[in-house]
Nanobody, 115 residues
Framework: QVQLVESGGGLVQPGGSLRLSCEAS????????MGWYRQAPGKQRELAAL???????KFGDFVKDRFAITRDIAKNILYLQMYQLKSEDSAVYYC?????????WGQGTQVTVSS
């Protein structure tokens, strides 16, 4: 059973930065893709960033060059580096992984952007 464990969420001021981590229980290169989704109260879950096993990336329209998605293959960790955070970035951020026909989700980590 694949497990994804997020960390790194918290409270940050507008304009600040935050790095989220997602540790996988198996080799991250075995996944077709990994990424980050977010969900704010009363809103649908939306894509923040996606990274395929061959290095292709895709970002949500709201990102506008503020986020970077990277991975540490040796440690099996996926990262989401977020810059220039805004109050509207406040949400629960979920780690996601896809392997053939299966999808996996982490438990989520809360990001709150507020002064």
């Amino acid at each position: 059973q694949v497990q994804l464990v997020e960390s790194g969420g918290g409270l940050v001021q507008p304009g600040g930065s935050l790095r989220l981590s997602c540790e996988a229980s198996s080799r991250i290169l075995d996944f077709t893709a990994m990424g980050w989704y977010r969900q704010a109260p009363g809103k649908q879950r939306e894509l923040a960033a996606l990274l395929t096993n061959i290095g292709f990336t895709k970002f949500g329209d709201f990102v506008k060059d503020r986020f970077a998605i990277t991975r540490d293959i040796a440690k099996n960790i996926l990262y989401l580096q977020m810059y220039q955070l805004k109050s509207e970035d406040s949400a629960v951020y979920y780690c996601y992984a896809r392997q053939e026909g299966d999808e996996y989700w982490g438990q989520g980590t809360q990001v709150t952007v507020s002064s």
